[in-house]
T-cell receptor, first 109, second 117 residues
Framework: AQRVTQPEKLLSVFKGAPVELKCNYS??????LFWYVQYSRQRLQLLLR??SRESIKGFTADLNKGETSFHLKKPFAQEEDSAMYYC???????????FGTGTKLQVIP | GAVVSQHPSWVICKSGTSVKIECRSL??????MFWYRQFPKQSLMLMAT?????????EQGVEKDKFLINHASLTLSTLTVTSAHPEDSSFYIC?????????????FGEGSRLTVL
């Protein structure tokens, strides 16, 4: 069975400081990893996926298979980054996507 | 991008009545839809996975007779909360996965807030 762990419920950083939202997973195969974001009063939306190796809104995430981690990083936090962030794992195919418990990022002006 | 719409956005009902929530994919065909509950300041709790034309697969601890899920077409899934009670009050969210789309990329509805009096 797959599991996604986000150890921090709340992460507070000052504007301009670096951000790292932690995500660890357990799965025996080669999963796809994603980060989803939910801004205040908005629906959940995809932020980025590991296979794309892209940077979205300054955020990047690298899949570390050795450490089974997929941490989300941004060098300089902005106030508009304040949101709830969810790490998610997909085994592939038509199986369900497993979400972590989420981390609330609070960027202090 | 793909759009998923939920209706109603919020509903208040009396205890003992049933409530239906609709989840529609507006511009794509959704082979799979997922239903979640989200408690205040908590994460998403997956309730069930619904594939078009087949019975929903419920997560452990979710009563299938209480939460009826129907996925009769590639663009519509419904969640019916039967004989609702105050403890069923929650935020219900659906997401959809489209045909030919990346398997882990889900499109979420805006959610439906249910309050049972």
């Amino acid at each position: 069975a797959q599991r996604v762990t986000q150890p921090e419920k709340l992460l507070s950083v000052f504007k301009g400081a670096p951000v790292e939202l932690k995500c660890n997973y357990s799965y025996s195969g080669s999963p796809e990893l994603f980060w989803y974001v939910q801004y205040s009063r908005q629906r959940l939306q995809l932020l980025l996926r590991h296979i794309s190796r892209e940077s979205i809104k300054g955020f990047t995430a690298d899949l570390n298979k050795g450490e089974t981690s997929f941490h989300l990083k941004k060098p300089f936090a902005q106030e508009e980054d304040s949101a709830m962030y969810y790490c998610a794992l997909s085994p592939g195919g038509y199986q369900k996507v497993t979400f972590g418990t989420g981390t609330k990022l609070q960027v202090i002006p | 991008g793909a759009v998923v719409s939920q209706h109603p956005s919020w509903v208040i009902c009396k205890s003992g009545t049933s409530v239906k929530i609709e989840c529609r994919s507006l511009d794509f065909q959704a082979t799979t839809m997922f239903w979640y509950r989200q408690f205040p300041k908590q994460s998403l709790m997956l309730m069930a996975t619904s594939n078009e034309g087949s019975k929903a697969t419920y997560e452990q601890g979710v009563e299938k007779d209480k939460f009826l899920i129907n996925h009769a077409s590639l663009t519509l899934s419904t969640l019916t909360v039967t004989s609702a009670h105050p403890e069923d009050s929650s935020f219900y969210i659906c997401s959809a996965r489209g045909q030919g789309m990346n398997t882990g990329e889900l499109f979420f509805g805006e959610g439906s807030r249910l309050t049972v009096l």
